[in-house]
């Protein structure tokens, strides 16, 4: 009896050991995909809310004020107006400023050059006047007509020639002497020689170099080398009105 025990009791082992033994299983209850999306979705949509809470309302977490941002902006927008005005303003007045200095130091340098011209006059007439009381104070004037106080130089502003000089008449029973003063110039260009004539225009009244006085009469003017001519010298011509006569010369060599 007690043997068949011990042999149902292995018989189990063994059937048990070599058996089928089935896995644990857990059991889901099953739901279909669109509820599976509406709820990922309805869990986004919770989550970007709460991010854009937490952005908009971010200046009451840090403290920042949007109104305040707003004024400030408006307060430096009307400053920067404000100083765009002025820089506007002090730029037109600089301009007219810097227009004035330019009107300013063409005036000056006009009556620089005026007043150098004055001088030279004054200096001009002094020595004239002087000559004259020279020759007052001997008690004779040259008779006959004399050029006097010839002076030809070159003017560094106008590249012209300038001269100047100084005609009397002395003499009984002097009349007033009517004529012209030309000027003979003789100048050097690439090894030529150049003979040339001035006043040129002698059909103008007004450029021809006419004089007309009784005593003395002073004579100045310009004339103008050719480009690269060098000046060798002058001779002055006093011609008589009637028949061109040659009443009196001198001449200057360079």
Partial sequence: MLSNLKLRGLW????????IRSSKMAIKTHQPW???IGGFGLAMGI???VAWYLVDN????TGFSKDEAKAQ???LTEQNSALQKTADSLKSALNDRESQLKVEKSAQAELVKNSSQVQEENASLKEDLGFLRNIMSAGKVPDGLSITNLKVEPDAQTAEIRYRMLLTQGGQRRADFKGRVQLVVRALKNSETLNLTFPEDTKNPSNNGEVDFKYYQKVEGRFKLPEGAQLKSVQVRVLGQQGNEVRATKAITF
């Fill in 73 to 75: 902006i408006a307060a």
């Fill in 34 to 36: 669109y509820v599976r």
């Fill in 47 to 49: 989550a970007a809310a």
């Fill in 12 to 19: 189990r082992r063994i059937r048990s050991n070599i058996g």
């Fill in 58 to 61: 971010s200046y009451r977490i």
